[in-house]
Structures are given as C-alpha cells and as structure tokens.
C-alpha cells in the first residue's frame, strides 16, 4: 500500500517560534521516514518529519494513535523493531543517531537522550531493586561508580520528591505506587544528566491529580536543569501545560506547528481545528462539540438506582477483607444521568459491577428500578437484567471475537427469548442506524472494525432491550478524543429519544462535566461529595473536589497558566506540597555527572 | 511464606496418601497372581497356591491389604519403615535401599544437565530468534519430543556402546570421518557464535581448521587410548573461562578485572606444579573438593585485592575462572588415567547393567575408581538428558521471547545497557520465574522414563523393581517404588517452589 | 542504515492480524492497522464508508478511525486461522506425511470393510529368502516380495509393521479424541464455577507429579491385558489431566474478560456463556494440546508394547515389535528400524502438525503454557 505518493498533499501551517540555524538544538529530527516491512507489505508509518528542540524548552507532538507520533521519537533512541527502515537524519546533541556504531549509541542512550515511558507500572524491572536500576545506568556511563553511585540515587530520588529515598532504594518496583514509579523512572532519566529527555505520554496512565504533579515536576526539571523535552501526547490539556511548542502529527506527517498559543488558540489546519474542537473542557460545562442533553429531568420520576448505605467487601486469603466501597448512598432518577467520579481505587467500578448484580454487596439496601438486587432470586434478577443495559470500558475485550457483530448485538433478544429471527433482525438495523454504523458490518467480526467503532456496538448492545437503565464504566476513556467526541454525541442523542437513566462511570471530570445532571464524587471507597452538576463543578466544597478539578488540565495555555497558580495556591492553602525539583545549585549537578564522559566502559 | 510452605507440605501429603491408595487398587487388580502357579505341572501345585495366598494375603479384601501395607510404611514419618516382603519373601527394604541410591542418582543428574543445556539452548535461539540455529535447535527439540525413549535407547546402545567398544579396542579415524566430526564442530560454533554472514562464515572455516587439524593429531598420537590435556591447553582453557566471564560480566575492556583474571591463571599455573602430587593420586574426593575449595578462595582473594572498584565482581570472575582452571587440571588427570582404565577394562563402556567391575577386584588409583563407577552412568543419563532437553529448551525459548518483549527491556536498553547486560541481568531472571513450574513435572516423567531405560540398559534399579512387581502383581515392589518416586517428586516440587519465591520478589515474605 | 536488529518494542506494528483473544492489544496498537493492503492511506478518502450523517463535527474527514472496507471479503476468526495454518509449511508436509502413513496403514492390509492390497498376512510364517532382507529399492523403484524383509519365522514384516501402526494410530487417536473431550468438560467447569470442582481437579492434576504418568499408565496396561480398546479407555483416563489444567487456566482469563461480564450482566444463563461465550475461545488451545496428546500417546502406547503391558501377542504394535527385535539388532537390523522409524515419523509429524496449529491460532507464540 506504500505508493510514492501516500503523501500528504494538502496544506501544512508552520508558525513562529522554530529554532533558527543559529541557535543551539538538541535533538533535530531532519525529513525522517519510516516504513514497516510486514507480511502485508510496507507500512509509512512516519512520512518526512522535521522537528527540532533548544535546550530548555518543551516541544510537544501531538497526535492520536497511529499518528507515528512513538515511532517517530524512538528514532532518536534507534529502538525501533528490525523490520523498521528509516530514512532521514536524527541528531541527539550534535551527533548524528543514524551513523553511529552500536557500542557509540549505546554510549549515547540515557547518557544524552533518554526516556520516560508511559507505563510507569511495567517500565521498571519487576525483580530487580530500584536501587540497582538506579545505580546501572550510572555506572555504565561513568557518572559514578559503587557508594557514589548509590549516594547520588539516594540523592535524585530526594530530588524527584520521593519520601525515604534510603528505604525506597531497597524495595522492588511492585511495592511502589503508580506515581512514585514514575517519579523514579523520571529520577532514573535525570540520572546522567541527558541533554534532552523524550517523555512518551508519561502522564496516561496515571490519575489526574498524580498527571498534574508529574507535569509539574517536569516542568521544574526543564527549569533547573535547562534539559530539552520532547513530550509525546495525546492530550491537548498536558500540550497546554507544559509545553513552548508544539507540532501536530496526522497519519505520520506533521500537519501544523507553533509556539503553543498559536496552535491552541489559533489553529490553522483542519486536523487540529477537529482535534480541539473535540477535546471537551473543564468548566466549559454544556453545549460543547454540538452534543446536548436534555436538562429537565422530573425531580418527582421514580428513581432507577438507590443506594443506601451500601458497603461492598472483597475477600482476602489470610487477611481482613479490603473494603472497597464504604457506606455509599446516593440516587438515580429515571431519565438522569448521574455521573460517578473518582481516580483509581475509588470503587466506582465496583459500584458499577454491584449494579449489575456481579459483586454481593455484603451490606446496605441496592435497589434497582424499585427492587432490592441484594436479595433476589436468579430469575428475578434475569427479569431485572432485560431492563438494564451495560457498556464498558474496553471495546477490544467487550465484544466476543467469534460472534459476527450482528449477532453480538441480537445477544440479548436471543437470551430473553425475545422476537423470531426477522424480527431481531431488523432491530439489529434500527440499532446499527442509530449508532450511525453502515447496516453492512451485520455480519462482519468485530477484528474487522475499529475500537470507537466497536464501542458504538456496544451501545447498540446496551440498548437492544430498550431498557430503563444504562450503567456506563469509563466508555470513552480507551479512545481518541476525535473518536470519543462522536461516541458521547451519539450517547447524548440516544439518552435524549430514549429517555434512559444513566450511571455514568469516569475519571474524566469534563466529560461528566459534559453530560452528567448530577454528580457523585468518590475517593477511597467513600462518596465525597455528591450534588447537581452546576454546584460540583462550579463550587466544590471538599478540599477533594477541589483538587481534582483543579488538576484536570483545559486546552487553552493562558487559562492553563491561570489554572495551574491557582491550584497550587489551594495545594499550599490546603497545606500540601507543590512537587518540583528538590535542587538547589544545578551547577553541581551537571558538574558531577560531566565527571569524565571518555572514561565508560563498554 | 512459612504458612504458605506448610500448606503445600499438608496438600503434598494427602496427594500421596490419595495417590498410594490409587496406585494399590491399581496394582493388585492389574492381573492373576497366581496366574504362573496355575499353569505350573508341579505336584505341590495346590500347596504353593494356598502359600502365596498365605504370604500376599490375597485373602484378604483389597483395602485390607491397603491398611496392612499403609500401617508399615507409615512407619516411615518415624524412621522405621516396613515396606513389606515381595512375592519371593525378599524384604523390600532392603531391595529399595540397594535400588533406589543408583536411580536417584541417575535421574538428579539428567535433571540438572538438561536444565542446564535446556535452558542455555533456549536462550541462545530466543536471541538468535529465526536464525538457522534457532530452526535447528527447534527442529531438534522436536525430533527429541517424538523420539520415543526405548528405541534410542537401544540404538545408543548400539552405537554408543558395542561399536565403541570395539573402535577403542584400535582406534583409527578415516579421513572422512575427520572431516565430518570438523564440519559438524565448525557448524555448531560458527551458529552459536553468530553475528553476520562473514563473521559466521570465518568462525566456520576457522573453526573447521582448528578441529580437523587437532583430530588428526589426536589420531596420530593415539590420543584416543591415551588422552591428556598437557599444561598449554589447561592455561588457554583457563584464559577461555576468564574471557566469558568478563563478557558475562563487565566486557573485556575493564583493565583492573582483567588483570586480577590474569593474575588468577598464573597462580594457577604455579598450583599446578605445586599440588602436582596431590592431585595426581588423591585419597578421595574429599582432597578433590577441598582443593576446588582453595582454588576459589584463591581466586576471590586475587579478585578482592585487586579488583578496585568493582570487589564484588571481580572476585565473582576470578574465583570463577580458578574454579575452571582447577577443572580442567582434574579432566587432564582423568584424560591421563583412561589408558590404564583401558588395561584393566578392555571393553570400557558398559552395556548390561552393572558390569563393571566388582569394586574389590578392581586395583588402581582414584580415577579408575572414577571410570569404573561413571562409565555405566554415561548412556542412561545420555538417554534421560535427551528427552527433558527437548521440553527445556523450547519452554524457555518461548519464555524468554515473551520477557524480552516487556516494556522494561526498552526501559533497560534505553539506558543504554548492551545486549548482553540486557539479556542476562534483564530478561534472563524473569524468563526463568515460569520455568521453575516444569521442573516438578519434569522430574516425575524422567522417574518413569527410568523404566524404560532401565530395561534397556539391565539395570538393578527402582525401575526394575517396579517392573518385577508390576509383572507378578506383587504390590510390594510397586508401592516402594511409589513411595521412593513420590516422596522425590514432592521433594522436587518443594523446591521448585523455593526457587520460584527467591526468583520473583512479588511473592516473596 | 547501519540500524542494528533489536528485538520489537512495544511500538511494533500489529503484524498479525487479526489479534489473539487475550492478548490484550487488539486493536489497541499505536499503529495504522496493516491487514487491508487496499485501504487507502490517503486522509481525504479515509472516512467511514456509507455514512452521509456527518457534518457537524468539524473535519470529520481527518478521523483516525479505520475506515470500514465494504468491499474487503470479510474472514471470521476460525477463516483466517485456516488460512495462517495452510501457509504453514512444516505443518502441511507433516499433515501429508500424516496422511500417508495413516492411510497406508489401513489401505494395505485392510481394516474391518476396508479392503487390502497387500495379501501376506501377518500371523503366517513362510520360508525365509535371502536372509529376509528387504526387497524394496527407492532407486529404481522396486516393491518386491517383501518389501520390509521377513523375520526369522519368516513371516512378511511389511504386514506386521502395518498391523502394528494400525494398533498404534487407532490407540492414539481415540485417546486424543475421548481425552480432549474429558478435558474440556471438566476443564471448562472447574474454570467457570470454581469450588470443589477445581479444587478436586488441582489435586488429581497433583496426583500426576507424585506418580509419574508412564507407571500409572503401566499399571493400567497391565489391567487392560493387551485388548486395544480398553487400553485407549485407560489412557484417556489418564491423559485429560493436561488439558483440563490448561482450559481451566484459559476459562478463568476468559471470565474476567468483558464480553463474559457483559453477557452475564444481559442476563445470559451460564450454560449459553460457557458453550457460546467462553468454549469458542478456547478452541485454539483444545485443538493444539489435543493433537500433543496424540502425539504424546502414541509414544506412551509403543513404550508399553515394549515393556510388555501394552499390545500383546499374537497381536502387535510398534513397541511390541522392537521389544521382538531389539536383540537382532546385529543381524537384521531392519527388522528394529522399520516400526522405529515410523512411530518416529508418526510423532513428529504431528508434533510439527501441532506446532502449524499453535502459530495459527496464537501468531504472537507468547503462550507459556498455562
């Protein structure tokens, strides 16, 4: 599929703010081109991309996935499979990446460049300490060696914030927790003092208050240390956070680039006029991306979900049971949408399983659509089930891989024992309308489509039964933004015909800001705050609350800007630390690490 | 942990209970025990029944005789096992401890040679993944999965043992056969070795070279009958082992590491001479082992002296490489002492059980007593190390492909470790955490794989019992077997499990 | 480009397609998806097919999305399995080398209805001629009149070598079949409802590291006293442990996954999700570890024939016919290489044939058993 001309042909708008030939680079991607051998034939996976970055500065390439925005930066490492080749030039502080030897390169990997990972949960060694993943990379290089070596570990673990930096060094990487994993995996990248770090989405995988101070501590390193970042994301609220520059990735080529206002705030080029068009912000509350909700909901409607004091208990072998959910009440009217907030190990998933009768509740009243699920008869609960739908999180894993689509979505009507074949069938081609599919995939496999796409399937499953309830567990967060602004949009419109009430599960408070009527806000396994919308958001009153909204980052880098002096404002008035870069004289810094660079080994 | 290891103990003991009573009914309705008797045209033929009757207590019902059997063996947990009498009036005691030492042993020492071999050529082809070595050692692992045991075994004995016995008689290698034992060694390194078509092709001819060059002198100098290493070949060894170490530790180029190493192979030069008449007629292998002590601690001495920085790894490397310079001093004087085994043993390699020669009859020194008692080992343990090699190899080959596609191997190369950093410090460790799982399962199957080649080879051993009693129906023989295999096999299992948690830090405390 | 291999990363293409249930990457790769060679590249065609209700997202037409290929032939999963497995080379030489020894076997000196071409029996002796050496030739080609050789009773060794691989494949065959049928079952149960169900299931999977399964197996070929029929009964008993370990394994992953959690939350009865939901998903591992228990029995059987509790004379088997010979090894080697080499071959080609499947169905080959 690799004709000479899969170029992109159209437009590419270039703004201010590129380095001129004068001014110091550090990493320099020169018309780099990379292809893809596979059985398939060649994939263009990146199509002659130019991009270069200062010392100190922030230059963030943004893209969704299968943009080649990943390929693209492990050029620089030279990581990538064999079945890669590359054309162009990648210069790393001078030298030419493509020219030199292995053992050069080697030399020259977490030495001058080095990377920070998106996974902090699989990016360290599970059975090596992180004291000797520290000390490695340090000896290798010649930076320091033995008791020095492990004293400066101490040390930049002190730096990136890590309390008991002596204790932690001893530990194995599963006894940390997601932030402080990265912390060290970022501690493990200033360790040599590169010149240039490449940050490959450090922040996904993590909640949104720990996300904020990740970026914060990035952004002091760059300060501190004058380090150069390549920041790789999808998300166009970390783009406004951190970042001085910014380039737009598209199908492997760059479509637009500036300094940071002007692609955010003035964007020129289609693909990223779609981009932030389809990014929804904090605050901006209602009406965004054309998707409304239908705002009045009978307060006297008799109510789908009521929750009283609901504790959910999982068991553990030889310990105490873990308490995942707390005396939790709250309630969902017919018709509403009720948004559940909460960063990972809230329990709102829990709650959500527990509503489809998958998780006992071990005490406390759950009563759907009027009846107690905590008590009920296998058939009763059968007959409940026809009036509840569900969607997950996952597309790739929520559809089963050998049902053709068709018959995934007649699922439900053939377990109820619902209509005859014809019948089904022509609801299975209402449903696929109203989820704006073509009526063709009926019989096609859900390999063949992708994952928004499967997700749309999902919710043409959810609402076979035409049911009362909609219990939705993070639908939207394994998508990109353009994919997911069309998903809510048909979720908005579909709640609006159908009337539903809705659980609607998520991290992702603009989202919930987007569509919820009234909001549940869980941390621990205990509701936090709960209320209409408009008071959560607007005029949170838990010290909690507050924290999250102030971490979710907005699209816009002087609101950003304005956003950020606030929050740590609060953090401090709440008497919590700012993370940043414990350092004090950056001079000694880099004189230690610049100790003897000829002297590696290897 | 403790609960965790007590737990298992208490499962492992009823599975054995369960598993006897099995293993009982099984056996004692697995045929006619009189069936022999019945058939027989002695006059006494009614009194011999109602006597075996008597002694085997076929009167009984099954789970009567289970309780008597059980009563006796459960003696055991105390020390004092009573395992019976067979259907001979033999007391199974004692049959077991003259059966079980050799078959234990035979089958310990396949487990760990196929462990090690299995797993090094596992590794070797994940790295080398769709190389031609991979293909081969794919292929091969294979062949070994499908062959079945017997028939190797009988063709081993074939050609491993008549025929070698008759080529040693007067060893004379054709020009040909040169040539294909050169090409078959050139083969083997220039794949192992890799790195590029070239390179390959230089290993190949180099290598082809030095072995036909080094067979033909051997066949010259009657090597064969009367081998040695001499003390070039033992320092160039000794050279050999502190280069792989270096590159299995920090590469070639860490000056004060290499000259400690150095530094080892000289002191062990001056050893040689020193224990000279020591190691030439050792009183036992307690001399043996001690001296192997000395070298190591020599050597950790060097490394610790002179190792600067790095003390730690460079006593790792010299004690290393003295251990395998005191080896290869060993080997020669084993090499030395075979034309005399020769002498004594015209026909070297055993082929029926235990032919060797009865201990008290044998005169000679420390090393003949080594031959005497190694050469019936070599082919059973050939046979057993084959058909686990297969099972190793393969598992670990996938492991190990899994492992190196983890995000933390990026992490670790990243940072720029090399690949041989990232392969044995990286990947190795948790490539090997799955591993562990098989070895239990793997133990049981060559305990049963005893039997066949204990068949095969005559030997005297738990198979052999095994056999005779299944044949007779005599549960007696077969539940000391059981017994024996079982106990091992939990024992294994044990620790596997120990291995696991020091492996993986995750379900460790 | 100097570019030194390096093993892939996590950025590595999807290669396969389509991805494995499991795996955990479907459709989740950070690349453009490779497997429609026609799909176009270009970012103006690359919308949805078929969809004229867009519009009020701005630039729909930039979407990452995979256009849906109306025009592409649409392949299900047990399709392209097929396809990857016929592709495979190894495994398509050893399904006809397969073939051929199977239907040699019963074609030559006919089995029940079937037939024979080959008329010596295999019971009947005769003169021995020339040392009862084999008369067939590959060069130029000759079958002669005994193309194996004769034994020492001079009977026709090529008939008792077909009599033998009858046994054998006949034992094999119905061990794999009745064992994987065993293992499922019980597999997929003590996977899907837990409780004692598993854990009777853990402890007999146990009981086969106490007791090593070549002597349970002897002990039970002994009680079946040389008849085929119980022999294969017997060794079905023994062999489903394997995979019943391994559905269980795959069935507990499988029940996490969401599409179970959201037929359970529909209301699907466990019936309908065990045999609609979970079992189809688990066919790659049924039909892999069910041709390795082939392949495994057949070695199992021939080293009971040898060592006397398998097949028994007047009847024989491969096993049994080596045990014979072992001992004219010197003199008429033939009469040993003959049955090895097949049950050689037999093994091997199916252990290749499993191997073929494996990678058909599972093209990452990260499956570390269990």
Redesign the interface.
């Known amino acids: 599929m690799s004709t000479p001309t899969d170029r992109y042909a159209g437009p590419v708008y270039t703004g201010s703010g590129a380095p001129g030939d004068d001014d110091e680079v550090v990493l320099d991607f020169d018309d780099v081109d990379v292809r893809f051998k596979t059985e398939f034939g060649s994939v263009h996976a990146v199509k002659g991309v130019d991009l270069r970055v200062r010392p100190g500065e922030v230059v963030a390439l943004v893209g969704e996935s299968g943009s080649g925005k990943s390929v693209t930066s492990m050029t620089a490492m030279r990581l990538l499979p064999r079945n890669a080749t590359i054309g162009g030039a990648v210069n790393v502080a001078g030298k030419e990446v493509g020219r030199l030897s292995e053992s050069r390169m080697r030399r020259m990997r977490g030495n001058d460049v080095a990377m920070v990972f998106q996974e902090p949960m699989t990016a360290l060694n599970p059975v090596l300490t992180i004291g000797t993943q520290m000390v490695e990379s340090m000896e290798l290089h010649g930076v320091a060696r033995a008791q020095a070596a492990i004293d400066r570990a101490v040390e930049l673990l002190g730096m990136v914030g890590i309390p008991e930096p002596e204790r932690q060094m001893k530990k194995y990487p599963h006894e940390l927790s997601g932030g402080q994993r990265q912390r060290v995996v970022i501690a493990m990248a200033i360790s040599c003092d590169p010149k240039v770090i490449i940050a490959d989405e450090p922040t996904t995988a993590l909640d949104v208050t720990v996300q904020a101070d990740i970026l914060d501590l990035l952004r002091s390193l760059k300060d501190k240390l004058n380090t150069g970042i390549l920041l790789i994301t999808h998300n166009m609220g970390v783009v406004a956070d951190m970042a001085d520059r910014v380039a737009v990735m598209f199908k492997g080529e760059i479509v637009e680039r500036g300094t940071v206002e002007e692609v955010l705030l003035r964007p020129q080029h289609e693909y990223t006029k779609m981009l932030l068009g389809s990014v929804p912000r904090m605050g901006a509350g209602r009406g965004q991306m054309g998707i409304s909700v239908k705002e009045d909901v009978d307060q006297d409607a008799p109510l789908a979900i009521e929750l009283k004091n609901l504790v959910i208990e999982y068991q553990r072998l030889g310990k105490p049971p873990f308490r995942a959910v707390d005396d939790v009440s709250f309630d969902v009217r017919k018709g509403e949408i009720v948004g559940l907030v909460g960063e990972s190990g809230s329990g709102k998933s829990t709650i959500g399983r527990c509503a489809l009768g998958l998780i006992p509740a071990a005490s406390g009243e759950f009563r759907l659509l009027g009846e107690d699920v905590t008590r009920m008869s296998k058939r009763d609960l059968k007959a409940l089930r026809k009036r509840i739908g569900v969607i997950f999180q996952d597309p790739a894993a929520s559809l089963n891989p050998r049902l053709p689509i068709g018959e995934c979505i007649a699922e439900p009507l053939v377990v109820h024992k619902m209509g005859d074949r014809k019948s089904r069938q022509k609801k299975v081609y209402d449903l696929l309308d109203a989820v704006q599919l073509p009526r063709e995939v009926y019989n096609r496999y859900p390999h063949e489509v992708s994952g928004g796409q499967r997700q749309r399937i999902c919710v043409a499953r959810a609402l076979t039964l035409d049911p009362e309830l909609l219990v939705a567990d993070e639908p939207t967060s394994a998508l990109d933004v353009s994919v997911q602004a069309r998903v809510l949009k048909i979720f908005a419109e579909l709640q609006e015909q159908f009337g539903f009430a809705c659980l609607f599960i998520s991290h992702d408070l603009a989202v919930i800001d987007l569509l919820a009527h009234r909001v549940v806000v869980l941390q621990n396994g205990e509701v936090v705050e709960a209320g209409p919308r408009e008071q959560i958001m607007e005029n949170p009153q838990e010290e909690y609350t507050q924290r999250l909204i102030a971490a979710a980052p907005v699209p816009d880098p002087i609101e950003q800007g304005q956003r950020r002096r606030e929050r740590h404002e609060l953090l401090r008035a709440q008497g919590e630390e700012v993370a940043e870069l414990q350092l004090d004289d950056p001079d000694a810094f880099h004189g230690l690490s610049a100790a003897d660079p000829e002297q590696d080994q290897l | 942990m403790l609960?965790f290891i007590l737990r298992r103990i208490g499962?492992?003991a009823?599975?054995?209970l369960?598993?006897s009573a099995?293993?009982f009914f099984?056996?004692i309705?697995?045929?006619d025990p009189l069936f022999d008797l019945r058939e027989s045209r002695a006059t006494n033929r009614d009194q011999l029944i109602a006597a075996r009757i008597e002694l085997m207590h076929l009167d009984m019902p099954w789970w009567q005789r289970y309780l008597t059997w059980l009563a006796g063996a459960g003696k055991c947990l105390v020390l004092q096992c009573d395992l019976g009498t067979s259907r001979d009036g033999a007391n199974i005691n004692s049959l077991l401890l003259s059966s079980a030492g050799a078959s234990l042993r035979l089958v310990s020492l396949s487990v760990a040679l196929a462990i090690v071999i299995g797993i090094l050529l596992g590794v070797l082809s994940a790295i080398r993944?769709y190389s031609g070595f991979d293909y081969s050692i794919t292929f091969l692992a294979?062949?070994f999965?499908?062959?079945?045991?017997?028939?190797a075994a009988?063709?081993l004995k074939?050609f491993g043992a008549y025929r070698f016995n008759n080529w040693i008689a007067d060893p004379v290698l054709s020009t040909t056969a040169m040539a294909v034992i050169a090409l078959i060694f050139a083969l083997v390194v220039a794949a192992v070795l890799g790195g590029g078509l070239k390179r390959e092709a230089i290993t190949f001819v180099v290598t082809f070279a030095v072995v036909f060059g080094a067979v033909t002198v051997f066949d010259r100098v009657q090597w064969w009958r009367q081998p040695a290493l001499g003390l070039p070949i033992i320092v160039l060894g000794g050279l050999a082992a502190l280069a792989f170490f270096l590159v299995l530790t920090?590469?070639l180029?860490?000056r004060r590491i290499l000259y400690s190493g150095l530094g080892t192979v000289a002191a062990g030069v001056v050893a040689y001479f020193v224990t000279a008449p020591l190691v030439e007629n050792p009183s036992g292998w307690g001399t043996i082992l001690l001296l192997a002590l000395v070298a190591a601690a020599v050597g950790a001495a060097i490394g610790w002296f002179f190792g600067g920085?790095?003390k730690k790894i460079a006593m790792f490397v010299c004690s290393g490489t003295a251990l395998a310079f005191a080896f290869l001093v060993f080997m020669d004087q084993l090499l030395r002492n075979w034309g005399s085994f020769l002498q004594v043993a015209a026909r070297p390699i055993s082929t029926i059980g235990d032919a060797r020669i009865p201990y008290a009859k044998l005169d000679g020194n420390f090393y003949i007593f080594i031959y005497n008692w190694g050469v019936q080992l070599i082919l059973p343990t050939i046979v057993l190390t084959l058909i686990s090699i297969a099972g190793y190899s393969r598992?670990t080959r996938?492991?190990m492909?899994?492992t190196?596609?983890?995000?933390?191997?990026?992490?670790?190369?990243?940072?720029?470790?090399?690949d041989r950093?990232v392969y044995s410090?990286?990947a190795l460790?948790?490539a090997l955490?799955?591993i562990t799982?098989i070895v239990?399962?793997d133990f049981?199957?060559l305990?049963?794989?005893a039997?066949?080649t204990e068949?095969?080879f005559g030997w005297k051993g738990l198979g052999d019992m095994?056999?005779t009693g299944?044949?007779f129906?005599d549960p007696g023989p077969?539940m000391a077997?059981?017994v024996v295999?079982?106990t091992a096999?939990?024992f294994m299992?044990m620790i596997a499990d120990i291995a696991y948690a020091f492996?993986?830090?995750?379900i460790r405390r | 480009m100097n570019d030194k291999p390096t093993p892939p990363g996590d950025d590595r293409p999807e290669q396969d397609q389509p991805p494995v249930p499991g795996s955990g990457r479907e459709g989740l790769s950070p690349e453009p998806m490779p497997h429609d060679p026609a799909a176009p590249q270009d970012p103006d065609v690359a919308d949805e097919v078929s969809e004229g209700t867009d519009g009020e997202l701005p630039g729909t037409r930039y979407s990452v999305e995979k256009q849906i290929d109306l025009t592409q032939k649409s392949y299900s999963q047990g399709q392209l399995v097929r396809r990857r497995f016929f592709r495979h080379r190894g495994a398509m030489i050893s399904l006809f080398a397969l073939l051929f020894v199977t239907v040699f076997a019963f074609t030559s000196i006919g089995y029940g209805i079937i037939p024979g071409w080959w008329k010596k029996p295999f019971w009947e002796g005769g003169l021995v001629e020339n040392g009862g050496r084999p008369t067939l030739q590959i060069w130029p080609f000759v079958w002669g009149e005994h193309p194996f050789g004769q034994d020492n009773a001079g009977k026709d060794y090529f008939s008792l070598t077909m009599r033998g691989t009858q046994r054998s494949l006949i034992v094999a065959f119905t061990v794999g079949l009745v064992s994987t049928f065993i293992g499922t079952a019980i597999g997929a149960i003590a996977g899907y409802y837990r409780g004692w169900i598993e854990g009777v299931l853990m402890r007999i999977t146990d009981l086969f590291i106490v007791i090593p399964a070549l002597v349970l197996a002897a002990v039970f070929g002994k009680m079946a006293n040389g008849g085929i029929w119980p022999l294969a009964f017997l060794l079905s008993v023994i062999g489903w442990t394997g995979l019943a370990r391994l559905v269980r394994g795959e069935v507990l992953s499988l029940r996490e996954r969401e599409f179970v959690t959201a037929a359970e939350a529909i209301g699907t009865g466990s019936g309908r999700i065990v045999f609609k939901h979970i079992l189809p998903n688990t066919i790659g591992t049924i039909i892999v570890s069910a041709t390795l228990a082939i392949a495994s029995t057949i070695l199992v059987e021939s080293a009971l024939s040898f060592l006397g509790w398998g097949v028994q004379a007047p009847d024989t088997s491969l096993g049994l016919l080596i045990s014979t010979y072992q001992t004219s090894f010197q003199n008429r080697p033939w009469l040993f290489w003959w049955p090895g080499m097949i049950i050689l071959v037999i093994a091997l080609s199916v252990n290749f044939l499993g191997d073929g499947l494996r990678d058909a169905f599972d093209p990452r080959q990260n499956r570390t058993a269990d």
Not at chain 2, 145 to 151: D, E, G, K, T, Y
Not at chain 2, 404 to 418: E, P, V
Not at chain 2, 503 to 506: F, G
């Open positions: 609960q499962i492992s009823l599975v054995l369960l598993g099995l293993m099984a056996t309705n697995a045929g993944q294979f062949l999965f499908s062959l079945p045991v017997f028939w009988v063709l074939e920090v590469g180029s860490e920085f790095e598992y996938s492991s492909l899994e190196i596609n983890q995000d933390y191997i990026r992490t670790a190369r990243s940072k720029g470790l090399s950093v410090k990286h460790r948790n955490i799955p799982t239990a399962f049981a199957n305990l049963g794989g039997v066949v068949t095969v095994f056999k299944l044949d129906v077969v077997y059981y295999a079982g096999a939990v299992n492996l993986d830090p995750r």
